[in-house]
């Protein structure tokens, strides 16, 4: 069989036939799909699309139509789920058929694997016009799971439904399996073929899927160089303190109404600039001014306006940093993170025990409300590697002691003071404060893109990993700054802010607690 690239795989119908330009543009293979048609209407189109194909040298599929693939000579074949077995399809097809059988869960998976399909249509990613979607929307981490099924295997994959630009990149990361089983591509309908410009439409996704394809995010978790040591974390995190101060970037944050002017303070004391936007109205031009974006759900009141925050600063490349407040409490909660998690892309998710062990399922640790209870995960470290692997982001664990991960390398902090406990909402401005880390590195990135400056490789890169490590350093060693002139709880948050003001790098390098571990 002739060595078949999956990549931008496109799915026509009667009126949306594969115009020349799309498939100039990079798409890669089609499928000619024809629910309603007349055998004689759909023979018809299928010729027509196979002379544009074999112009452009692209192979051609027909969905279920046996009899129209051999009319044609088509160059194979897809099935759903209730259509033709796989054994008889290829008893009738010429040897070298393409075949491949739509999938919606993992006995769809085995099934198609053991009669000996070519590839696998993985979906509903998400919601579409273009079919009529029967099955549970599965999302990039629904898509991942059945991608798990298909490790070991020479099963090729795409996903299909929903698919377009502005979420292509979110799909193809967040869909890897926890062994590193990615998408060999996408299948795309309307993104390309309603287009007024199919050429550029088709040029812009290609273009996309190929980036990804040649970047390290397939197999390496970690958005820097690896190879990290102590000092060069210290020395990176307070680099971008400096950063941070330097650029006084505008940190996006739709957060809970409990904890909306301390966030604000530490925001402003570190020396960033606020703004708190929760309508859907405004995100699409908030998310081109800002630096980063916090999504902070604790108490809910715009799942539309997250919803919106979070897509639009995938779009514009801003780093997004997700905290799930409560999010084991309720079922409303769980359902709401699955959502917005499917939705868009986040840079970094941070969490205390409970709520981390709630997203990743874990009986290891229980909630009360907000809190943890118990002593915490056995082993926290192998705990946020195996979750930054499964979210494809950065995960940060709070608690006595802070444990964060890209997937690969694990930190360990032991900075703090037990009076953070005894302040409503300072995990929420851990989580402020990481989004402003965040923001910092990610402008240091794009200054030092725009003038070719050789500074360190993981500040150029924009380091997550990293700008995670100083945002949490930032909140611990001011805390522990803090405690040593405050009375209580009460002066404690005041002295904290004016701690978060005065940090330096000579101070935060010479304070931190850091190791670097294995799991």
Known sequence: MVEVDYSLYLVTGRDLLPPGKSLK???????????HADTGEFLEIARQS?????????????????????????DGVHLGQSDMPISIARSLLPPGSIIGKTCNTPEHIRKAIEEGADYVGLGPVWGTKTKDVKHPLLGPRGIA???????????????IAGIK??????????????????????????????????LSAAKKLATIIGAFKSSSTQSIFSLGAGGYTVDGVKNAAASILTSVRKYSP?????????????????????????????????????????????????????????????????????PVVFDPVGVGATRYRRSSANDLLNAWQPTVIKGNAAELGALANSQEVQAKGVDSLGSGF?????????????????????????????????????????LLGRITGSGCIVGTSVATFCAGASLTAAEARSTNAHEDARLVRGDMLLAAVAGVLAITIA????????????????????????????????????????C
């Not at 298909?150 to 795409?158: I, N, R």
């Not at 082993?379 to 692997?389: E, G, I, M």
């Open 25 to 35: 543009g990079g798409v890669t293979l089609v499928q000619i799909r024809e629910k």
């Open 50 to 74: 196979q002379a544009i194909c074999k112009k452009y040298s692209v192979p051609i599929l027909i969905n279920d139509r046996i009899d129209i693939a051999l009319a044609i000579k088509a």
């Open 145 to 159: 799971r059945l991608l798990a099924g298909l490790e070991g295997t020479d099963v090729k994959s795409v996903a």
């Open 165 to 198: 630009s502005t979420n292509v990149l979110h799909c193809l990361h967040g869909s890897v399996s926890s062994g590193g089983r990615c998408l060999d591509g996408v299948a795309v309908v309307s993104d390309i073929v309603a287009s007024l410009d199919p």
């Open 250 to 318: 505008l940190v996006h944050q739709i957060t809970n109404n409990v904890v909306m002017n301390q966030s604000a303070n530490v925001t402003i004391a570190l020396g960033a600039s606020p703004i708190m936007a929760a309508s859907p109205e405004e995100q699409e031009d908030l998310s081109k001014v800002t630096g980063g974006l916090l999504i902070n759900f604790g108490t809910i009141e715009s799942l539309e306006g997250m919803m919106a925050a979070g897509k639009n600063a995938n779009i514009t490349r801003k």
């Open 378 to 418: 056995a082993n926290p470290a192998k705990f946020v590697r195996d979750l930054a692997r499964a979210e494809r982001c950065i995960i940060v664990l709070t608690g006595v002691t802070d444990w964060i991960s890209d997937g690969e390398t694990v930190i360990k902090l032991s900075n703090g003071n037990p």
């Open 479 to 518: 805390s522990e700054y803090a405690a040593l002139n405050a009375r209580g709880s009460g002066t404690f948050l005041p002295a904290l802010i004016d701690e978060l003001g005065s940090l330096t790098e000579e101070k935060l390098v010479a304070s931190a607690n850091v190791e670097i571990v294995s």
